[in-house]
């Protein structure tokens, strides 16, 4: 019994932890990380900032009719640039490589992401019910893959 009220308060705590993670008004947005987010993406329209950790930002914005999402830490360094893209605009050297790599595997969802190392492709697959995300770079090579699952899913 007594750790079944452990488990219950450790998750009322960690349901509290989170959403002070969420829902950030922009006064609590650091200056550094608003101006850095401003020289990057001066068109965002729509720009909505969450916390994603205790030292990282991440805002979700529109840029030229797509949905974006940024990260920069709490100084105002860029991190990470995201946004979706159809499964027609993922380079047919990446398709081949998955195809190749994972056999019976159909594309669920693909996103660009860029950092300061270069742009990768994040593919979620499917197969059987199971699905993966993978990472790949640009040539198609296989830079990590990571089994999804069901509270990765949703």
């Known amino acids: 019994?007594?750790?079944?009220?452990?488990?219950?308060?450790?998750?009322?705590?960690?349901?509290?932890a989170l959403l002070a993670f969420t829902n950030v008004s922009m006064e609590k947005v650091p200056q550094k990380v608003k101006n850095a987010f401003a020289q990057k993406f001066p068109h965002a329209k729509s720009v909505k900032w969450d916390r994603e950790s205790p030292n990282e930002w991440e805002a979700a914005f529109k840029l030229d009719r797509m949905e974006y999402s940024a990260n920069f830490t709490d100084d105002g360094t860029w991190k990470e640039t995201e946004h979706e893209i159809e499964e027609s605009q993922v380079p047919s050297n990446v398709r081949k490589s998955l195809r190749d790599n994972f056999k019976g595997y159909t594309i669920n969802e693909s996103e660009i992401s860029?950092?300061?190392?270069?742009?990768?492709?994040?593919?979620?697959?499917?197969?059987?019910?199971?699905?993966?995300?993978?990472?790949?770079?640009?040539?198609?090579?296989?830079?990590?893959?990571?089994?999804?699952?069901?509270?990765?899913?949703?």
């Open 1 to 16: 019994m007594i750790m079944k009220s452990l488990k219950v308060a450790l998750a009322g705590v960690l349901a509290c």
């Open 114 to 154: 860029e950092t300061q190392q270069g742009m990768v492709y994040e593919i979620e697959i499917k197969k059987d019910g199971s699905e993966m995300e993978v990472a790949l770079d640009a040539s198609g090579k296989v830079i990590n893959k990571e089994e999804l699952d069901k509270e990765d899913k949703d």
